[in-house]
């Protein structure tokens, strides 16, 4: 099981942090993902993390303002945003599977294979 929290309604340029928090397995075996969505528009892939090897990936949208990074012993991962714009308005869900963080030709992709895992989501609402 899977549990965001954290989302709310800040302005522009401001910060929130996402948690999500693992239940039933342990994240160190897993690789977890944030993704985020909004209404008519597909669900798209913004940071994941293997908190075991401390691999990560980012959207290029967010490189140099999202972290995400993991607190293993307490199945923890976090999705840390800075300098907030409206364009990151969404409902961020967090997803866990096995090798979802692909290497190929020098760097780390994710991968477009389902997950298994999913939180409910969190509203992120960004003001202008």
């Known amino acids: 099981q899977l549990v965001e929290s954290g989302g709310g309604l800040v302005q522009a340029g401001e910060s929130l942090t996402l948690s999500c928090a693992a239940s039933?397995?342990?994240?160190?075996?897993?690789?977890i993902g944030w993704f985020r969505q909004v209404p008519g528009k597909e669900r798209e892939g913004v940071a994941a993390?293997?908190?075991?090897?401390?691999?990560?990936w980012y959207k290029d949208s967010v490189k140099g303002r999202f972290t995400i990074s993991s607190d293993n012993g307490q199945n923890l991962v976090y999705l840390q945003m800075n300098s907030l714009k409206p364009g990151d308005t969404a409902v961020y869900y967090c997803?866990?599977?096995?090798?979802?963080?692909?290497?190929?030709?020098?760097?780390?992709?994710?991968?477009?294979?389902?997950?298994?895992?999913w939180g409910q989501g969190t509203q992120v609402t960004i003001s202008t």
């Open positions: 039933g397995f342990p994240t160190d075996d897993y690789e």
């Open positions: 997803a866990a599977d096995r090798n979802r963080l692909v290497y190929y030709n020098g760097r780390y992709y994710l991968s477009l294979m389902p997950y298994d895992y």
């Open positions: 993390i293997s908190p075991r090897d401390g691999i990560t």
